[in-house]
């Protein structure tokens, strides 16, 4: 919300009440608790005196209606019941992308904030009609691109100024296969590891450089999964004329890595965010950057999120920045499947 000066106001609960409620917890909603969205509730519960989680939604009932008891707040088995809930404040979404259009219709209709896990979308087309429902409403919205409150990441930000001019930027994340029987379901998910963990390295592409992602060249495999690839490398132009990129991601090794790798005109920094080092590289040189210890990015993103709502802050991360990471995935799926380089929709 805007007050009359143009600033952000602070959060006032409900709307309509009028009561100013910034020192009462934001009572929050979460639609999706399975693996992922179970850690939004424990964050919410255990890590958030600020935060309230007022009631959960999950299409497995049983699952469901056990956890929002040990949790001691209400279960929906319907989104919508839970939306119209009166005590509810703001919705964390945290489901399968191809669900998330219609569940923030409904959130902007209710006037409910919202935070969404990522990606934004499945389609650029699709993130576009959420952007402007959102745009449309009197209601705020972050994205929950939660790598960007990873420590290592962070460190390499603060420091990023000091190899600039940057020249190139390579990161890699690397997982086990994933246990997730619908991630492998196109219906469902939309796609498969670039659009649900490319999308960090899309996202730290354009958030550690400062530039937009304008062309891309993608191959993908399938080594593990069956409708949707498991593997791919992407070599991207950026929009400062010197920097290029390259991101690749894989879900088919028993084993755990992020590296980031930058080089610029006065240096190069190395890091790892999965395993929490970041190294600054001058000559032959190696100097340890300070890197905090790892956290649950999951309660930075959902801390951001309530802070931003209570003390009338700007989010750090934006629909828009959403909708571009959504917008390069779909150009590496256009330049996968005719072996071409493409541009990114701007």
């Not at 890590?47 to 949790?71: I, M, N, T």
């Not at 950026?238 to 879900?251: D, E, K, N, Q």
Request: net charge neutral; proline share 5%.
């Amino acid at each position: 919300m805007v007050n009359s000066q143009g600033h952000l106001a602070p959060f006032a609960g409900s709307l309509g009440s009028g009561i100013v409620r910034t020192m009462k917890p934001l009572r929050i909603g979460l639609i999706g608790v399975g693996k992922h969205g179970s850690r939004y509730a424990k964050h919410i519960v255990e890590d958030l005196p600020q935060a309230e989680l007022s009631a959960v939604c999950r299409r497995d009932r049983q699952e469901g209606e056990k956890l929002a008891a040990s949790y001691g707040c209400p279960f929906y088995a319907d989104y919508h019941s839970l939306i119209r809930d009166t005590r509810i404040d703001a919705v964390a979404i945290v489901v399968p992308p191809a669900l998330h259009g219609e569940i923030v219709a409904t959130a902007c209709e209710a006037g409910k904030h919202l935070l969404i896990e990522k990606p934004l979308a499945v389609s650029v087309a699709e993130a576009r009609r959420i952007r402007d429902s959102i745009v449309a409403s009197s209601v705020r919205c972050m994205v929950a691109h939660t790598l960007r409150f990873n420590t290592v990441v962070q460190a390499i930000k603060a420091h990023i100024a000091h190899i600039a001019p940057l020249h190139t930027i390579y990161l890699s994340q690397r997982f086990e296969p994933s246990p997730l029987v619908w991630l492998d379901q196109k219906a469902k998910s939309g796609g498969g590891i670039v659009l649900h963990t490319g999308v960090h390295s899309f996202d730290l592409l354009r958030f550690l450089s400062g530039c937009e992602v304008e062309q891309v060249w993608c191959q993908t495999a399938q080594v593990f999964t069956k409708e949707t690839e498991d593997n791919f490398l992407m070599l991207c132009r950026m929009s400062a004329p010197t920097l290029t990129g390259a991101v690749a991601g894989s879900r088919s090794t028993l084993s755990r890595s992020g590296l980031i790798e930058i080089s610029g005109e006065k240096g190069q920094i190395l890091g790892d965010h999965a395993h929490g080092f970041a190294y600054l590289l001058r000559g032959s040189d190696r100097i340890p950057l300070p890197v905090e210890p790892l956290v649950p990015t999951v309660r930075e993103t959902l801390k951001a999120f309530v802070e931003g709502l209570q003390h009338g802050r700007d989010f750090p991360i934006t629909v828009e920045d959403g909708l571009r990471a959504v917008a390069v995935a779909e150009a590496c799926y256009r330049s996968a499947l005719d072996g071409q380089a493409m541009k990114v929709e701007r």
